[in-house]
């Protein structure tokens, strides 16, 4: 039983893991049974027979289940994956394209609109941490934390689904999008937050100074 487990790509075993917080597997790994009470995060390309968790869980691309998942709060799952016999899920599971499936059990089961809502270009999976200022462009989604202590600035479309904390300030431009529906997440700057059009934050913003722009 581990308190904090992060694989590592390529990693195997047979044996069964177990974490009373967050689990961070890698790309390119083969797992039996997996559990979690945190959040648990999957890279692309990697085989798990069994997975559940007390938390959310994130898969990446091309990740693939043999026999069942299931999370206590939500499920996200990235294109191509297979999601075994039974995928099950407290609140939504979230289903971008070329997923496969035998069972889907959850509150909400959704699609990707693709008319409205471009694929991301690609996902970082996992908390940012950086002792200087943070800059990110483009059509990123990033499945965790940034922490900075330096400036955070976010441009481009890119998505955040975990809390934003900045020692200094935090500029979101236009098109971000900070959280995710129904559930609280932070934005927190010891300085200014700047805000541009069509941001959107699930939660609560806290700063010394805020404007939009």
Partial sequence: MLYEFRTGDNFETENIIYTLKDLYIGKNCRLKEVYSKGTLYVDENSEVRAIASDSDMFLGKNVFIKRWIDSMKSIFVSAKCNLGVVASAGENIVLSQGVKFERLFAKRIMTYNIAKEKEKDSYIIGTIKSDEDIEIKGNIEIVGNLISEGKIKLHDNVAVKGNVFSQVDI?????????????????????????????????FISSKEGETK
């Fill in 171 to 203: 500029e979101l431009n236009n098109g971000i999008r900070i959280g995710i529906e129904n559930k609280i997440k932070s934005v927190v700057a010891n300085g200014k937050v700047i805000l541009g059009e069509d941001v959107i934050v699930y939660g």
